[in-house]
């Protein structure tokens, strides 16, 4: 898939800043500090359409980029442990599960989880929600360059263990190296067709 177009066309705090088009949307989920704003500059190759930074919990609304005039990258806060209060994660966790529940253009998520750290209670409970609302999922085990081939090896193994899922359903991904650019993108045109 080639990038031709991308935009920032929307930041929503509630329900009714969603874009109210009906073009499908891809979302990115992972924990706060799992590298999605690097992810999403990466794939789609601007350096700094997603902000970044060394402070987990940078991104309070929903983002959606319009890749392309047809389809969208939607991405949500992270969740763990941002150093914000209660209240906010409160907020920041009903934000996610109204996107969540409410989107009828929601055609594939993407989930980030750092190769270095065992799934969260939190990750667990995505895998879940997926399941039970039948949509699917890819995981994209983020920060690959931190660790060796063996390494790599065994985390993509515990993950399949893990969530019981098939290998094909990881993405190793590394944004210094560009691992795992091209299976990304590649998801982005399978999902965004239908």
Known sequence: MK?????????????????????????????????????????LNRKNLAKTSSKP???????????????????????GYAKVSKEMKKQWAHNIETFLNTSKN????LLLIDIRRTPTE????????????????TVVLTKADKVNKSEIVN?????CKTFNIDSERIIV????????????????EEWTKK
């Open 3 to 43: 990038i031709k177009t991308v935009e920032l066309v929307r930041t929503a705090f509630n329900e009714e800043q969603y874009p109210k088009d009906n073009f499908p949307q891809i979302v990115i989920v992972g924990r706060s500090n799992v590298g999605k704003s690097t992810l999403i500059n990466t794939v």
């Open 57 to 79: 919990g940078k991104t309070r609304g929903i983002n959606f980029y319009l890749i392309n005039n047809g389809s969208y990258l939607v991405d949500l806060p992270g969740y």
């Open 106 to 109: 929601l055609r594939h998520a």
């Open 122 to 137: 939190d990750d667990f409970l995505m895998v879940n929600w997926f399941r039970h609302k039948e949509l699917p999922f």
């Open 155 to 159: 985390a993509v193994e515990g993950i």
């Open 173 to 188: 991904f590394s944004s210094l190296k560009k691992m795992g650019v091209s299976q990304v993108l590649s998801i982005f």
